[in-house]
C-alpha cells in the first residue's frame, strides 16, 4: 500500500521559516516526480513546487519563488519543502504528492498519489 505522510507543520510568526517532510512508503519513487501543494480555506487547491526524478529540475509557484525549497532524498523516500520568510498568505494545508512520471507537472491531477496534508498557519 502506498502511503504519503506529511510532517512539520505549525503555527509560525510571519517572517518564520517551516521545514515539511514527506516519507514515502509501499514503493520506490525514485523514478517519480513528486510535489508540494496547498489548499487555503475557502479556495482551490494549488501547486507550490515540484522537482523531477533526478532532483535536478525544480518548479516554484510565482507566489513562493526565492523563499521555498523542495529538495529530496531519493535513498531514503524523503520529500522536503523549507519555507522561509513566510507570510500570512502561506497559510494553508500543505499536501506531498507523487506522479508515475519521471517529469513534474503543476497539474495537480497528474498526479497518483497524496498524502493527508499538513496544516501550516502563518501569524501577522
Known amino acids: 500500500q502506498v502511503q504519503l505522510v506529511e510532517s512539520g507543520g505549525g503555527l509560525v510568526q510571519a517572517g518564520g521559516s517551516l521545514r515539511l517532510s514527506c516519507a514515502a512508503s509501499?514503493?520506490?519513487?525514485?523514478?517519480?516526480?513528486m510535489g508540494w501543494f496547498r489548499q487555503a480555506p475557502g479556495k482551490e487547491r494549488e501547486f507550490v513546487a515540484g522537482?523531477?526524478?533526478?532532483?535536478?529540475?525544480?518548479y516554484y509557484a510565482d507566489s513562493v519563488k526565492g523563499r521555498f525549497t523542495i529538495s529530496r532524498d531519493t535513498p531514503r523516500n524523503m520529500l522536503y519543502l523549507q519555507m522561509n520568510i513566510l507570510k500570512p498568505e502561506d497559510t494553508a494545508v500543505y499536501y506531498c504528492?507523487?506522479?508515475?512520471?519521471?517529469?513534474?507537472?503543476?497539474?495537480?491531477?497528474?498526479?497518483?498519489?497524496w498524502g493527508q496534508g499538513t496544516q501550516v498557519t502563518v501569524s501577522s
Open positions: 504528492a507523487a506522479r508515475s512520471f519521471a517529469s513534474t507537472s503543476t497539474h495537480d491531477s497528474a498526479y497518483s498519489y
Open positions: 509501499g514503493r520506490t519513487f525514485g523514478n517519480s516526480a
Open positions: 522537482i523531477d526524478w533526478s532532483g535536478g529540475l525544480t
